[in-house]
């Protein structure tokens, strides 16, 4: 059986699904406009359903993360986290919407040589699978492509200054530590 998991560590596996969760239901239609990428109405009612059912995943991942807490802890970590999102991403409060959901989906991946990884099943990786093919015209950007990248290294190193994901030990996000045991 794992150690407890700290706050700490409970915090940095809220904040890139609270980032996402953040920029769809922030942005709302302007996501979907982003994600339908046209003015077809089907095309925009399909981007409408799949940005509910990404709000739905990624809120069930920063739940996942403190499920097993008391519920004022889990208010607590919550707030914390929103906090920290909300300091390091205000230099990316006027890009478009899929450029800002590349940033954290590049973020994703950068977390992954640091010991983090999205486990298969979990929400967060559903909600990537299905996010992933809402940003296809944005990755077929290459300019654009390689500027989410360099904002999503630029992110990383701002949530590293702010004294988080310095650790390099193994943890996987939403699913192994916590199925483990690893709870408080």
Known sequence: MSAPLSD???VEFILPPLLMEALISGMGARFVRAA???DDPAETETARVQSAVLLALFAAAVD????????RKRAALIRRAKREALAVCAALDHAPAVKIAMVVYYLLCDLGPLGYAIVEGSPLHQAMERLVPLLGHGFAESRRDASAQKQAEKLLRRLQDRGWYRTSGTSAIYAGELAAGGRT
């Open 8 to 10: 700490r560590r409970r």
């Open 36 to 38: 339908a990428e046209g």
């Open 64 to 71: 996942q993360a403190v499920e097993d807490v008391l519920p």
